[in-house]
């Protein structure tokens, strides 16, 4: 079902754009303090709730992009949302216009290996074969905890190129990334979610089922 509820946690999509300084609505301060460090240009973020799993990959009926961050603190649900996602695939056709293969990997688990190596690991030879054949078009790519990685990995533009957006034979793949804020903050994405956790009325429905 498109319209499948979030479970539990409150989603938001984080709308960024750049704004000259020429922009009226920009505070004084914010001005100077721009300036100062001789910046051009600001990025202005906006968050807009997100009311079902659909709107992550199909936002208003968007295509689905390429590479999407969701992003959230410790323990705010992250690995929960995911679980979600593959359970609500299997069992439920959720996304199924969309990806006949769907993969989750837990980047604890990568390390050093290459991406190849960890995809064969979870599908099979075979599988992978036939991924390669179709340039991972119609595969979903779950990437679990970028935070988990080793920093010195994270910081390297090579590893993350090869790992997330330069590697060849799945250039047709969707790829999804969960990170606590700290570890992707200068990942460039198409699309970030941010995983904000319960809010009241979440909560006392959790108690009452519980």
Request: proline residues 4%.
């Amino acid at each position: 079902p498109r319209h499948h509820v979030i479970p539990y946690v409150r989603l938001a999509l984080i709308l960024e754009k750049e704004v000259s300084l020429g922009d009226k609505q920009l505070n004084k301060v914010t001005k100077l303090t721009l300036l100062a460090m001789g910046e051009v240009d600001v990025i202005r973020k906006k968050k807009e709730s997100l009311s079902s799993l659909w709107d992550i990959f199909h936002y208003q009926n968007q295509p689905c992009p390429r590479l999407i961050l969701i992003m959230g603190g410790p323990g705010i649900g992250k690995t929960t949302l995911i679980n979600e996602i593959c359970l609500m695939w299997a069992r439920d056709n959720f996304l199924a216009e969309d990806f006949d293969v769907v993969i989750l990997i837990p980047l604890r688990s990568v390390q050093q290996k290459p991406l190849k190596q960890v995809v064969m690991e979870h599908i099979g030879e075979e599988g992978y074969k036939q991924m390669v054949d179709s340039a991972g078009s119609r595969c979903l790519l779950i990437l679990e905890g970028l935070d988990e990685l080793a920093a010195e990995q994270r910081k390297s533009d090579h590893f993350l190129c090869s790992l997330l957006r330069g590697y060849t034979l799945l250039k047709e793949a969707v790829v999804v990334i969960t990170s606590r804020p700290h570890a992707c903050e200068k990942l460039t994405v198409d699309r970030k979610v941010e995983v904000i956790g319960f809010g009241m009325e979440e909560i006392k429905e959790f108690v009452d089922i519980s």
